[in-house]
């Protein structure tokens, strides 16, 4: 037996004994023995060896991003991860972990769900309204940590503190407007505080590429003797070498690959278009190394799962390839580094070859040539060839660079 995971099994049946010897019901016992084992899971697929809270701590993330947990749920299994951490180092632990799961104070609830009710009915798509539900739960959790205790109590003063303190001030104004709109209209709240807010201008960016070397150095990072590394490795080239959106590549089905045509044909997720794109030979190796190797057994119809068999979030593409850019050692210098930046690399590559802008617009799957138009500032080499000499210098400009005057 691996002398790692003698040590997990005895760690969980230790604790499951202590739990036992302090009056814990046979119920309490089977809940908590069941949370063990998928943290076990979750730690055997990053190759954890000996716990740490530090671990607890990510597992519990790693579960509020995998599936819609009810609030209840996330804090039954945030109680367990808390006890394992008492009984390993024998002290208390504070239930501060618990705000990374953003469970909307009471007193604001109510009015939250009915708000969300009018996107649903407004047609707004099931992951806007989940951004919708986290970033206003965070704004009515600082103002209950204010000792607001009913809507009577928000007032400019507050909404201005939250917007000061919001990393995304952009993002708080666009959901806050329509929040508010919404409570003001419904009379919840005496006026709609959020046109006091100062308007964001939101600068232009050059989207953010890497170069050849770079790239490889990223790629070199992944280790792909693991399971989590045939994975990621298949997921980084679908964006490197397709320029796949992450959504795309999270929601790709195994049956929308067809390994005979050597194709891989899909709905887009952004869009709503069909999206057939060439099975590159390195992809489909790489794919098929992790399904016969590396995909968790499941009769889930995704092609990239977690570590508990379930599909990606939303989030988890950007995550995987931020964490090679990291391990490479790769100076970001005010790029962006998630895997928006390798589809980002991928179309600046394809513009530098002087691919026709509509042959980009398809392989990137945008309905017109001016959303990647912007791309060919990107291109150097290809800028330089339109370069105009200098003009030769006159009149006193001249007799100045002369020194004359």
């Given amino acids: 037996m691996d002398e790692t995971m003698k040590y997990w099994w005895k760690l969980r049946d230790d ?12 119920s309490s016992l089977i809940h908590y023995h069941g949370q063990i084992d998928f943290l076990i899971r979750f730690a055997n697929a990053r190759n954890y060896r000996f716990y740490a809270p530090s671990i ?89 940590e204010k000792g607001i205790e009913s809507w009577d109590g928000v007032n400019i003063s507050v909404l201005q503190e939250a917007f000061n303190q919001s990393e995304n001030k952009a993002l708080f104004l666009s959901y806050a407007k329509r929040f508010f709109g919404f409570l003001s209209r ?25 170069t050849d070397e770079e790239i490889n150095a990223m790629l070199s990072s992944v280790d792909t003797e693991t399971a989590f590394g045939m994975r990621d490795y298949a997921i980084l080239l679908l964006a490197l070498l397709l320029g796949m959106r992450s959504s795309d590549i999270r929601l790709l089905c195994i049956e929308d690959i067809d390994f005979e045509k050597k194709t891989i044909s899909y709905i887009q997720f952004k869009t709503g278009v069909g999206q057939t794109l060439r099975l590159l030979p390195e992809i489909e190796n790489a794919i098929q190394n992790y399904l016969t190797s590396g995909r968790p057994i499941s009769n889930d119809p995704h092609v990239f799962l977690t570590y508990r068999g379930t599909p990606l979030t939303r989030s988890s593409v950007s995550l995987i390839a931020g964490k090679y850019f990291r391990a490479a050692g790769i100076d970001f210098n005010g790029r962006h580094h998630g895997s928006h930046a390798l589809r980002m690399t991928f179309a600046s590559q394809l513009v530098a070859e002087q691919t026709p802008l509509e042959v980009v617009s398809k392989l990137l799957g945008h309905d017109d040539e001016g959303a990647i138009s912007h791309y060919v500032a990107l291109s150097t080499e290809g800028l330089r060839t339109c370069s105009l000499p200098a003009p030769a210098a006159t009149g006193k400009f001249a007799a100045y660079l002369m020194g004359k005057e």
């Fill in 15 to 26: 604790f499951t004994e202590f739990l036992r010897q302090k009056g814990y019901s046979k």
């Fill in 56 to 144: 607890g701590q990510e597992f519990l993330e790693a579960e509020s991003r995998l599936m819609d947990w009810a609030p209840k749920s996330l804090v039954l299994k945030a109680t367990v991860i808390r006890r394992l951490d008492e009984y390993q180092d024998h002290k208390k632990y504070t239930f501060a972990r618990l705000r990374c799961f953003y469970i909307c104070p009471e007193q604001f609830q109510d009015k939250l769900e009915e708000f969300l009710d009018t996107l649903k009915a407004a047609g707004l798509k099931e992951i806007t309204i989940k951004s919708y539900r986290t970033k206003l739960t965070h704004m009515l959790q600082f103002f209950s």
């Fill in 186 to 210: 419904t009379g919840v709240v005496k006026a709609d505080y959020s046109g006091i807010l100062p308007p964001i201008r939101q600068p232009h960016h050059t989207p953010s590429v890497y």
